[in-house]
């Protein structure tokens, strides 16, 4: 497969790594980008692989609990940030969610083809059609989630509705302590965004596959050191990895002498409960949504024949 310029770039964008490092990866790997990424991991050449969706869409997240058992989560996507700030697609957003807290649907095209709770003649993909029409705008309803607990579940909506986090904990204790630690949690998940709640949710496959990325990079850095000290720097990187990626794990952002488990454990032991993070979803407008950029030059020339 022949690379291209655009390919070349799209790599730097993804891993920081330099021009002619990106181009040897992809000639190496024949186009391949997600080859390319751990070609130039495995050789030490990735800085810090981005995100391979750039986050681009506009749109809203929202949220909704109730009574501290139920709790829903959407997203809601449009094709400008001006129609996101708009009171009524913001309403329509509401509706969505008011719709996610009512459904028993666990799948999209289920969740599309229910009764309207506004208007039972109509589904939900039927009110969508006619906000499009209204608003003169592209929109979709992404995605939802919903949880109900036994426990206790908060919701964080940070920067007007681009990021939006539910968190979920067993406890036998649920007053306003515990909320606002729960709450805190949340604000964590927004800032950090870790990939599992506790190591125990990683799966052996992706251990050893991140091991041997690291076996990789540790050989290239240090060719001369023998097998028992790169087992012990792959041991090291993992368990570091592992506290960047792990919720619990993770450097508490309010008080860094804290792990997030440290803090929850205080908060708990301060209230007579009997506490555990069990679950969180976070969703971010337009996460892993190539949005279209214009080319205004390219345009020119095309209308131009040039």
């Known amino acids: 497969m022949a690379v291209t310029a655009s390919m070349v770039k799209e790599l730097r964008e993804l891993t920081g790594a330099g021009m002619m490092d990106c181009k040897k990866a992809l000639n190496e790997t024949d186009g391949d980008m997600d080859a390319a990424i751990e070609y130039l991991r495995k050789n030490g050449e990735a800085k810090a692989v981005k995100k391979a969706g750039r986050i681009a869409a506009e749109g809203l997240v929202m949220a909704e609990v109730k009574d501290d058992k139920t709790a829903a989560i959407v997203e809601v996507n449009s094709e400008t940030d001006f129609v996101a700030k708009n009171a009524e697609f913001q309403a329509f957003v509401k509706a969505v969610t008011n719709q996610a807290m009512a459904t028993e649907a666990k799948d999209m095209d289920t969740f599309m083809a229910e009764a309207w709770n ?11 059609t006619e906000k499009i029409s209204v608003i003169g705008e592209k929109l979709s309803i992404r995605r939802f989630e919903k949880i109900v607990s036994n426990g206790c579940v908060v919701s964080y909506i940070h920067g007007g509705g681009r ?11 649920v007053n306003d302590e515990i909320r606002k630690c729960l709450k805190n949690v949340a604000m964590q998940v927004a800032a950090m965004s870790p990939k599992y709640v506790s190591r125990d949710e990683v799966s052996q496959e992706f251990m050893d ?26 041991i090291g990187r993992l368990n570091k990895e592992m506290k960047e990626i792990c919720l619990l794990d993770q450097v508490y952002v309010q008080d860094s002498d804290l792990t997030v488990s440290k803090y929850v454990a205080k908060v708990a032991k301060e209230n007579g409960a009997n506490m555990t993070v069990k679950k969180f979803i976070r969703f971010e407008t337009g996460e892993g949504i190539e949005k279209k950029v214009d080319d205004f030059a390219a345009e020119v020339a095309a209308q131009a024949g040039m």
Do not use: F, R, W, Y
């Not at 990021?163 to 204790?173: F, Y």
């Open 163 to 173: 990021i939006g986090v539910l968190v979920e904990a067993e406890t036998d204790v």
């Open 118 to 128: 506004e208007d039972s003649s109509k589904t939900v993909q039927d009110a969508l």
């Open 209 to 234: 596959h991140e091991k041997e990325i690291l076996l990789a990079q540790a050989k290239t850095e240090n060719p001369d050191k023998p097998d028992n000290i790169i087992e012990k720097m792959i």
